[in-house]
T-cell receptor
């Protein structure tokens, strides 16, 4: 069965520093996709970054990068130069299903950026 | 682009009443939409996959007679919580993937907070 594990319930980071949010996954599929979403206190889910299982390079989107280690089945999110506005819940998710269009989410990590 | 709206954003109802939540894709067509439920400080749980023109596909443990889903058009899916009870109080979020999106990522609505008294 497909599963996403986020072992850090909460993290603190000093403003302007980098932080890594952990995500490990379990799947027997060869083709899959991994996503990170941000959920501020307002509730909306904001797409941050995507990594395909066949992508050879780690994904990057601005201050977000994904440390993809396929053999270890990990897809950690790295946020560089943290900002106060980065304080939110962060979810790692994996695309699964017959047509690869369903998402399975991890438990999430609450990130708090300190000034 | 790729904006998904939900209405209402917040609803309070009495136990036993039914509540309808609308999910619209504003600038794209969506043959498939998804409905999630989220408890406070918890993860999103997929409830069902809404398919335009056909029956929704429910996840294991989700009562299809309790949570009625109708996908009437390529831009609208509705979730009706029938005979709501306090345990149905939750945050309900819908999502959709525009065809041709770069990563086939899902775009989420802003969510509907349901409180059943």
């Amino acid at each position: 069965a497909q599963k996403i594990t986020q072992t850090q319930p909460g993290m603190f980071v000093q403003e302007k520093e980098a932080v890594t949010l952990d995500c490990t996954y379990d799947t027997s599929d060869q083709s899959y996709g991994l996503f990170w979403y941000k959920q501020p206190s307002s509730g909306e889910m904001i797409f941050l970054i995507y990594q395909g299982s066949y992508d050879e390079q780690n994904a990057t989107e601005g201050r977000y990068s994904l440390n993809f280690q396929k053999a270890r089945k990990s897809a950690n999110l790295v946020i560089s130069a943290s900002q106060l506005g980065d304080s939110a819940m962060y979810f790692c998710a994996m695309r699964v299903g017959q047509y690869g269009n369903k998402l399975v989410f991890g438990a999430g990590t609450i990130l708090r950026v300190k000034s | 682009g790729a904006v998904v709206s939900q209405h209402p954003s917040r609803v309070i109802c009495k136990s036993g009443t039914s509540v309808k939540i609308e999910c619209r894709s504003l600038d794209f067509q969506a043959t498939t939409m998804f409905w999630y439920r989220q408890f406070p400080k918890k993860s999103l749980m997929l409830m069902a996959t809404s398919n335009e023109g056909s029956k929704a596909t429910y996840e294991q443990g989700v009562e299809k007679d309790k949570f009625l889903i109708n996908h009437a058009s390529l831009t609208l899916s509705t979730l009706t919580v029938t005979s709501a009870h306090p345990e149905d109080s939750s945050f309900y979020i819908c999502s959709a993937s525009p065809s041709g999106s770069r990563y086939n990522e899902q775009f989420f609505g802003p969510g509907t907070r349901l409180t059943v008294l």
